[in-house]
């Protein structure tokens, strides 16, 4: 079974813009989660989508907003990007059958913001 | 807590010995545990979960001990090999909620 992906893998872009990443859950999995990884501040939950409800989220501004289509696919979205941003973003899948699951992380998509 | 990062932890081993990496996480009314690996380059790798109905769960070569008395999570790697060298993340689940609050991350580095 394929793993988590997602697309592009790296990206650069300018302060100002705005950027779309892309994540296609593990077959099956219903459950899509997106973290900020830096070396300042390490792993940071964003957001959490199920079902194309987001359920959870994490102490981020409005300008990070996510969406679930419907065969569980997931965007998030960054607008006005700024310096800080610059990030490895991390995708999660889990099943989720009721109880918390095992959350499986995709490969990451490295964004610069210069 | 949120995780804070910047300077990790790290721990060096000799190949073959034994490892302990340890976790002090934040939230009591977390009930669900994990231990990831992060090779560079990587995103976060499954390695074991434990929830806090028990005490200690072992898989292949791994094992996670679980004090909620102190809030504090082990993990154990028997007989390392080079392949172990990483950073390795726990993570603590709120209970209800889908998702992870992650540790701060230890750097385990495996000498030849």
């Known amino acids: 079974k394929a793993g988590v992906t997602q697309t592009p893998r790296y990206l650069i872009k300018t302060r100002g813009q705005q950027v779309t990443l892309s994540c296609s859950p593990i077959?099956?999995?219903?459950?899509v989660s997106w973290y900020q990884q830096t070396p300042g501040q390490g792993l940071q939950f964003l957001f959490e989508y199920f079902s194309e409800t987001q359920r959870n989220k994490g102490n981020f501004p409005g300008r990070f907003s996510g969406r679930q289509f419907s065969n569980s696919r997931s965007e998030m979205n960054v607008s006005t990007l700024e310096l800080g941003d610059s990030a490895l973003y991390l995708c999660?899948?889990?099943?989720?059958?009721?109880?918390?699951?095992?959350?499986?992380f995709g490969p990451g998509t490295r964004l610069l913001v210069l | 807590g949120e995780s804070v990062g910047l300077h990790l932890p790290t721990l060096s081993v000799q190949e073959g010995d034994n490892s302990i990496i340890n976790c002090a996480y934040s939230?009591?009314?977390?009930?669900?545990f994990i231990w990831y690996k992060q090779e560079s380059g990587k995103g976060p790798q499954f390695i074991i979960d434990?929830?806090?109905?028990?005490d200690k769960r072992q898989g292949q070569r791994v094992t996670v001990l679980l004090n909620k008395t102190v809030k504090h999570l082990s993990l154990q790697i028997a007989a390392t090999q080079p392949g172990d060298s990483a950073v390795y993340f726990c993570a603590e689940s709120p209970q209800g909620a889908q998702k992870l609050v992650f540790g701060q991350g230890t750097r385990l580095t495996i000498n030849p």
């Open positions: 999660a899948s889990s099943l989720m059958t009721g109880v918390q699951e095992t959350q499986y």
């Open positions: 077959s099956g999995h219903r459950s």
């Open positions: 434990i929830r806090s109905n028990m």
């Open positions: 939230n009591s009314a977390s009930d669900y």
